[in-house]
């Protein structure tokens, strides 16, 4: 199988903090937290080390770790983090033919602050980012069997409604997991393109993002995931989304974008799990076990992993077992592509997870 990933390629600088080093504040009544840093002061790092990231990157990554021939769409500037990018993939087996540089910005840089629970606060230069161009998107680089584009930058997700259209004309799965930002500013272009999506991935809460919309044509609450008798899976479950002052139960959710056309729709929340939605059935998977090194990149992870194994065909159930199975690796490790897990990897865990990943189901 032939893959394309379109986004971001990030240099990312990651600094250990141990908590007694670096105080946290938690609010009562949102699900926020903030690391409190000292004006002036120097703080002591366990460890400060730098790796490549960037959603497509991280995305090219593990699918060439999978064994899949894929390459990787995005804009570098030209410059030292530019050359590092490039080594990575190519170290990885990632085709770099479709990258361009672009000497209007410098390569995009994120610095992670990773202290506490270990999910980084983090501070991002999209740079280049920013920059994609319909010049940039060749029509040859579409000739694949999967199209995996992650966040776009700014301008650069005026772009996809090309991406779309050149993914369509070729007939690959398109499988998408935008950013916050470009939701909350282009949320209304990707739901009117739903029907030529495959995979829609958003995480809790890049969903939120897209209620107003949804509930301003369907309206607000909604029935709930299950019978009243049978436990919710997870507090989403129970909760429902909110945003923009509306509220929506996940079935109500998953069930407006099912009938806007998109053929598997995603919302993962976290340590809770997973919820994926065909339009037939609505799927739970929870997280698998890990010792978490660093949040970044867990994420990615569970997109590119689900994008693959359902583009090749595999059952549902087997995708999302496989991709909490390798986001629980990549928390395991502090940057982004560390844990990434090799096919046979992935393959033995699959078979050694069994029951443990229990999906629960119910009809939409």
């Known amino acids: 199988m032939k893959a394309l990933t379109i986004g971001s390629a990030m240099i990312d600088t990651i600094a250990i903090i141990e908590s007694s080093r670096i105080e946290r504040m938690t609010m009562l009544n949102a699900e926020t937290s903030f690391l409190l840093l ?21 995305a090219a990554v593990a699918m060439a770790r999978l064994g899949i021939d894929v390459s990787t769409l995005a804009k570098l500037g030209r410059d030292q983090r530019a050359e590092i990018v490039l080594s990575r993939l190519m170290q990885e087996g990632v085709s770099t033919r479709w990258l361009s540089r672009d000497e209007r910005a410098a390569t995009g840089a994120a610095v992670m602050i990773s202290s506490h629970e270990r999910n980084a606060a983090i501070f991002t230069f999209r740079g280049a980012n920013t920059l994609l161009e319909d010049g940039d998107l060749k029509p040859d680089a579409f000739e694949v069997d999967l199209v995996h584009v992650s966040s776009l930058s700014n301008r650069s997700a005026d772009r996809l409604p090309r991406i779309l259209a050149e993914a369509k004309r070729t007939g690959a799965f398109l499988a998408t997991n935008p950013g916050i930002r470009q939701l909350s500013s282009r949320g209304v272009t990707l739901q009117d393109a739903l029907g030529d999506i495959d995979l829609l991935v958003v995480n809790k809460i890049e969903a939120s993002a897209l209620v107003p919309t949804i509930a301003g044509k369907v309206g607000e609450g909604g029935p709930p995931l299950g019978p009243d008798s049978e436990e919710p899976p997870s507090t989403l479950a129970r909760q429902g989304l909110a945003g923009g002052g509306y509220h ?41 076990p890990a010792t978490v090194a ?29 991709a909490a199975l390798n986001s629980a690796s990549v928390v395991g490790y502090i940057d982004t592509q560390g844990g990434l897990l090799g096919r046979a990897a992935l393959d033995t865990a699959l078979t050694s997870a069994g029951s443990k990943l229990a999906i629960s189901q119910w009809r939409i």
Do not use: Q, W
């Open 38 to 58: 000292a004006e002036g002061h120097k703080t002591e790092a366990l460890e400060i080390s730098t790796h490549t990231g960037g959603g497509a990157v991280n």
């Open 248 to 288: 929506l139960s996940l079935r109500s959710f998953f069930t407006a974008l099912r009938n806007a056309g998109a053929r598997y729709v995603l919302v993962t929340d976290g340590s809770a799990g997973s919820f994926l939605a065909d339009r037939e059935r609505i799927r739970f998977c929870p997280a698998a």
């Open 294 to 322: 660093g949040t970044a990149g867990a994420g990615d992870a569970y997109a590119a992993t689900l994008a693959t194994f359902l583009a090749e065909g595999r059952a549902p159930e087997d995708a999302m077992r496989a």
